[in-house]
């Protein structure tokens, strides 16, 4: 698994509409933010941050760049995952969910869908 940068919170917003529209242009992410608290040249900035850290390639165009995403929507994901249970629980998926269902942090329903994912996996197992 190849090594996929580190971005924060407000860049992975930034991205999330990277990864949704791309290839698209400055004014167009500017755009799609309007509603967020970030001015154009804050979200401006960002996407020069993100291409620094090889989240991002851009191409000029005229007289604006546009964005592709060098790191995909998923691959990120894993690895931002990894990296939380690797922080918060040493790794161990386990004790992230226990430590949710003894919190009452899922609903009866998340609970009855984690049951069946797993039954699920025990029964391919026994198939193979």
């Given at each position: 698994?190849k090594?996929?940068p580190?971005?924060?919170?407000?860049?992975?917003?930034?991205?999330k509409?990277?990864?949704?529209y791309?290839?698209?242009?400055?004014?167009?992410v500017?755009?799609?933010?309007?509603?967020?608290?970030w001015?154009?040249?804050?979200?401006q900035?960002?996407l020069?941050r993100?291409v620094k850290?090889?989240?991002?390639?851009?191409?000029?165009?005229?007289?604006?760049?546009?964005?592709?995403?060098?790191?995909?929507?998923?691959?990120?994901?894993?690895?931002?995952?990894?990296?939380?249970?690797?922080?918060?629980y040493?790794?161990a998926?386990?004790?992230?969910v226990?430590?949710?269902?003894?919190?009452?942090?899922?609903?009866?329903?998340?609970?009855?869908?984690?049951?069946?994912?797993l039954?699920?996996?025990?029964?391919?197992?026994?198939?193979?």
């Amino acid at each position: 698994m190849k090594q996929v940068p580190q971005i924060s919170q407000a860049e992975y917003e930034v991205m999330k509409i990277i990864w949704k529209y791309a290839p698209i242009a400055t004014s167009q992410v500017v755009e799609r933010l309007s509603d967020s608290k970030w001015s154009p040249k804050t979200i401006q900035t960002m996407l020069l941050r993100l291409v620094k850290k090889g989240a991002l390639a851009n191409e000029k165009q005229g007289r604006s760049f546009v964005y592709t995403p060098l790191v995909g929507a998923e691959e990120y994901r894993l690895q931002a995952s990894h990296r939380f249970l690797d922080r918060l629980y040493d790794g161990a998926l386990g004790s992230m969910v226990l430590n949710f269902i003894e919190q009452d942090q899922l609903s009866e329903e998340e609970i009855q869908s984690l049951k069946a994912l797993l039954d699920g996996m025990d029964k391919g197992e026994k198939d193979d």
